[in-house]
């Protein structure tokens, strides 16, 4: 089985160490964040795909920063991988 993690240039990681970004995504619980993905793939379906489709993305990558958050050893591991 093979996991990539797909971290983007603009992560900041030292933020998130420091808790200034960590104490904003740790705020909400995961099961928030998943109330707000069903809230985006209901404007999906009620005819705002790219409204829809932006706000998934938003809220997968602040649930990949609250994964983050909770598992603060991970970060430095996957940060120490050589990019692709």
């Not at 998130?16 to 999906?44: C, K, M, N």
């Not at 705002?48 to 990558?61: D, F, N, Q, S």
Request: with cysteine.
């Amino acid at each position: 089985m093979t996991t990539s993690f797909c971290i983007p240039p603009s992560f900041n990681a030292l933020a998130l160490r420091d808790g200034v970004l960590a104490e904003a995504v740790d705020a909400q619980s995961v099961g928030d964040y998943l109330s707000d993905l069903r809230d985006e793939f209901g404007e999906i379906v009620r005819g705002h795909p790219l409204a829809g489709l932006k706000g998934i993305e938003k809220v997968l990558y602040l649930l990949e920063l609250r994964f983050f958050v909770q598992h603060p050893q991970l970060l430095s591991g996957v940060q120490s991988l050589p990019r692709a």
